[in-house]
């Protein structure tokens, strides 16, 4: 008999929107700050600049920390008792520069069961699409959570 | 015979990098002619690698790996049929139901990592499971822990069965650490099939393998 995986199945096809978030130099001093990053383009508007870039640009990866600021329902899986967060991927689309507003919109993309060494599990996976102030898709995040027997 | 590319959820390599490292390798002076894709619980009947293929001389073949209630299965000269039939994402499929089911649709079902702690088809014999469809199993897999390929080969040897080899890769650089060196030449999916009912193919580690020859 195969599992029948018991969640909240109406949260597939609604987006959950958040932000603004205002990308500030701040921001993008403590990002690369706990990377160590010291690419030119994302200490300054002249590194950047001289890198082809119109200003200061924020890492890559700056996307993956502000998307634990987006709020997501619950998914309500009934399956284990332990859940932890699963890991991340992004995928850059344009650069991210200093002043830019990002928002974000978040929608439920899996849940699914794999079987391992340490037995099944059950993934849930959040698929965020953050945007500037144009509207120009700047990075995709997935994030996923894993909850296991 | 058993990698995962960014197509199932728990790989980083694309196709793409796959067949490039493999020309890596081939400077090395390792013969690899090909691999098999077999992503995780699914078949991906929309992606069609023969243009990459081409380009890198490396022939690109689709299976799926499937999660069973006995552990872990690769599936090879998988159909629509045979999809239509079985839930590919059923965790908990009868490995039995499976292997059946892929022979009435001229596809072949047989058992990956047998030997692998907690989830290998050494474990549910242990407990008293049989499986008598099993003729071949992954003897060598590249994913293997310490102990894991030597259970499988224990197995091999105490149901007379045969084995193949799989890398198991989900990185780039673990392409064709595994393979099955088959005495049939094989061009499409279901070349592969019947060469596995002929068992005559026999399972070796890249390193062995250098220029042709065995090195071990």
Known sequence: MAIELEYDRSLYGVEHKAGPFEITNEIIDRANSSTGETGPAFRSDEGAKEAGYRGRIAPPTLCCILVRQVSLPDVKVKFGRTQMHAGQRVEPKAPVYAGD????????????????????????????????QDGLVVAEVQESFAKRE | MHSHSVSSDDSRASVEQYVKWIQVLRKRGHTIDGIVLTEHRKFDFDKDYSTLAGQYNVLVLKGSELDTRYGHFLVYGVTQALTQ?????????????????????????????????????????????????????????????????????????????????????????????CMTDFKAEIKVESDLVDALLTKEFQPVWLKDIVNGASQS
């Not at chain 1, 928002?103 to 099944?120: E, I, Q």
């Not at chain 2, 590919?88 to 649709?105: E, I, K, N, V, W």
Request: proline share 2%; hydrophobic share 35%.
């Open chain 2, 85 to 177: 039939e079985l839930d590919f994402s059923d965790t908990r499929m009868d490995a039995r139901a499976l292997m059946q089911a892929a022979r009435q649709h001229d596809a072949i079902a047989l058992p990956a990592h047998p030997g692998r702690f907690g989830i290998g088809l050494t474990d549910y014999i242990a407990q008293g499971e049989s499986f008598h469809d099993v003729e071949i199993v992954e003897r060598l897999n590249g994913g293997s822990r310490q102990g894991e390929n030597e259970r499988a080969e224990e197995l091999c040897q105490s149901h007379n069965l045969v084995g193949i080899g799989g890398s198991d890769a989900h990185l780039t650089s673990h392409i064709a650490t």
């Open chain 1, 101 to 132: 507003q990002l928002t974000a919109s978040s929608h439920l993309k899996d849940v699914y069961a794999k079987t391992g060494r340490s037995g099944t599990m059950v993934f849930v996976v959040w698929e965020t699409t953050f945007s500037n």
